[in-house]
């Protein structure tokens, strides 16, 4: 089973409020990964954790939170977001071993369609 | 620093026949492995198949198959028998073996439209 799953789908937001989104997987994978990704680009990095701690922050705004709960869950608060951080938010994991032949394949989520009124 | 190039924006194809998708990199490493993702209207990034810069055998998944030429740093995807549900934008990428996770690479994209 490859399945990682992203509540809600769909959230639209006021630039004053508080919004989190949600992702889960249950494939005792300890890498997960928050990517935004803007209409026809490629996904776009901005937070990795491996083993429950943040490794990677690609320079991402504060109003951007992480967090990871535990190795099987991962939020994204937002707060006072701004229109252009409207996007497809997708979630990612994989198993997180970094050996000499490891391919560390990402498996990805169903997004979350965020827009920002 | 590693960079993959899709030339081709836009593809057509029309039901049953082959399609072949263009992917060339750029890359000083000599292990590493490349990804074929698949992202239709529905929005979910599906991963097509994978390949291990070390294994010379092209690797396949039913339909979908991969020419990869290590020396001239290219990895098409074909994909035969075409159907309606593969209407999808296609997405190469790298990944260095070994190296930080996230170190994922992605090309700008192939919108492959099945016609029937």
């Known amino acids: 089973d490859t399945e990682v799953t992203q509540t809600p789908k769909h959230l639209v937001m006021g630039m004053t409020n508080k919004k989190s989104l949600k992702c889960e997987q249950h494939m005792g994978h300890r890498a997960m990964y928050w990517y935004k990704q803007k209409a026809k680009k490629p996904p776009e990095l901005m937070f990795v954790y491996s083993y429950e701690k943040l490794s990677i922050n690609e320079s991402v705004p504060s109003r951007f939170s992480p967090e990871c709960p535990n190795s099987s869950l991962l939020n994204l608060h937002l707060h006072a977001l701004q229109p252009e951080d409207s996007a497809l938010y997708l979630c990612a994991s994989s198993q997180g071993t970094l050996g000499a032949r490891s391919t560390d394949t990402q498996y990805f989520g169903p997004g979350t369609r965020l827009t920002v009124l | 620093a590693q960079t993959v190039t899709q030339s081709q924006p836009e593809m057509s194809v029309q039901e049953a026949e082959t399609v072949t998708l263009s992917c060339t990199y750029d890359?000083?490493?000599?292990?590493?492995?490349l990804f074929w993702y698949k992202q239709p209207p529905s929005r979910q990034m599906i991963l097509v198949i994978r390949?291990?810069?070390?294994?010379?055998q092209n690797a396949t998944e039913n339909r979908f198959s991969v020419n990869f030429q290590k020396a001239a740093k290219s990895f098409s995807l074909k994909i035969s028998d075409s159907q309606l549900g593969d209407t999808a934008m296609y997405f190469c990428a790298f990944m260095k073996q070994g190296g930080s996770q996230g170190n994922l690479i992605f090309g700008k994209g192939t919108k492959l439209s099945v016609k029937p």
């Open positions: 890359t000083s490493e000599n292990n590493y492995y």
């Open positions: 390949q291990e810069a070390y294994k010379q």
